[in-house]
């Protein structure tokens, strides 16, 4: 008669999406939508292994909207499936394990995550939502990443500071601008971080771990401290480096994360965050990936006070400090290989020569296989970062290169320049489909430059019609 045990704990969480207001620019009030009427949302700070119900409410009167977490290892009813709505009035449960799958029957915690976000992924409107401020970070922690910061290897939660990255277009009320019918992506002409326009940031001499998330529907950033200082590179996307590496600027197309540590301790007075990247259009940055038109110095937006004396127990971590043990994917292990081609044709956004179709899988990866994909733009001068759902994978080379200095780790999110190609490893480890993989210029996405990833036991090549009955 004894009570079955309680394998989960009770994470449960309420967001209310609604309209509100933010001073985003001082002495306006901006009209938003909300995650708990918040610009940005509320961060989540999670644990490894302690799974999480966040209980959704749509309080918005005409949107339907679906939330994805942005690197989650996460099963299908619960990752924001394009038109898995939750309409105007009702709410749903997502559920996040927050777990690390097994590999040959152990966990393996070289994949486990750490930087994620969440964002509306609603079909058709996800630009125009996340312009409004629906999305927030989600952050995940192991017992060693627990361990580093208590060993003061990384600086202490109070030193680590999440700041989204987005360009706003602001009408003479104050309101957002936003041109539904601009194929090439919007950008704006005012950075806004953290929801404040041009921010400032007090900071003690020391070291500061900084999650930089770039949130903007188009504008690739490439960031850069005025003072020329070096990053010290913790991980990218939602994972962490084995090794902490020093990178002079952090390269950044919409939805990826750089997660860095700021050395102040000798710093001057004043230090400012910059954009070096010259990007006039949504078509993308001048110039090609590994050959970028930039300008030193360059735009700032953000600056840091620095204040006080340097501290005698700043974190400890330099180049080289060793972090999270990865081991990386053979890629003798890949038993298929696929190729997209994303391009434009006939004036609008496909992929293969495909139009978007919710109800058809265009991969069905058998479950626990590799795979090697391959990912080539095919349109011209536009750029593309390719987001895969569900799964992380590893860049193995990029027009025959190897990857850039911050995408040797696993990623979400693959930057494509005009005309590049890149091939990347995945491995399908544990939740069955749909899911899907997309253009993350968020007008491009929209445009339906997507298409569906249906893991399955059986893997057969072909496209397959969807069940989706358990939506």
Known sequence: NEPL????PDK???????????????????????????????????RLGEPAIVRTRNRHPYFPLSTHLHG??????????????????????YFYPNCVPLKNGVEDFSTSPSTLWYHDHAMDIAAETNILGLSGFYLV????????????????????????????????????????????????????LNGKAFPTCKVRRGKYRLRFLNGCNARHLELRL????????????????DRATLRDTLLMSPAKRADVVIDFSDAPDEVFLENILIQEDG??????????????PGEKIMKFIVEGKAKRRSATIEDGTPLRPFTRIDPSEAVVTRQFEFERRKGAWQINHQFFNENVANACPRLGSTEKWILK?????????????????????????????????????????????????????????????HCHTLEHEDMRMMFVVDPRRDGPLTDQNIDKTFF
């Not at 045990?5 to 989960?8: A, H």
């Not at 005025?226 to 480096?241: K, L, N, Q, R």
């Open 283 to 296: 078509r993308g940055p001048k110039g090609k990936l590994f050959d970028r038109e930039v300008e030193v």
């Open 5 to 8: 045990p309680i394998r989960f």
């Open 72 to 93: 989650g290892h996460t099963p299908a009813h619960s990752d924001g499936f394009p038109n898995f709505y939750v309409l105007p009035g009702n709410s749903r449960d």
């Open 141 to 192: 922690y192991d017992q060693l990443e627990l361990d580093l910061i208590a060993r003061n290897v990384l600086p202490q939660e109070a030193l680590d500071l999440p700041v989204v990255i987005q360009d706003r277009s602001f009408n003479s009320d104050g309101s957002f601008f936003f041109d539904p019918l601009d194929h090439n992506g919007s950008l704006g002409d005012v950075y806004v």
């Open 12 to 46: 449960f969480y309420q967001l209310e999406i609604s309209k509100g207001f933010a001073e985003i620019i001082p002495g306006f009030q901006t009209p938003i939508v909300g995650y708990d009427g918040l610009y940005p949302g509320p961060t989540f700070k999670t």
């Open 226 to 241: 005025s003072t020329a200082e070096p990053f010290i590179g913790v991980g990218t996307d939602g994972h962490m480096y």
């Open 377 to 437: 733009n095919g349109s011209g001068g536009w750029w593309h970062p390719i987001h895969i759902h569900l799964e992380s994978h590893q860049i193995q080379s990029i027009d025959g290169r190897r990857p850039l200095v911050g995408e040797r780790c696993l990623v979400d999110t693959t930057m494509l320049g005009p005309n590049s190609e890149a091939e990347i490893l995945i491995r399908f480890r544990t939740f069955e489909g749909p899911f899907v993989f």
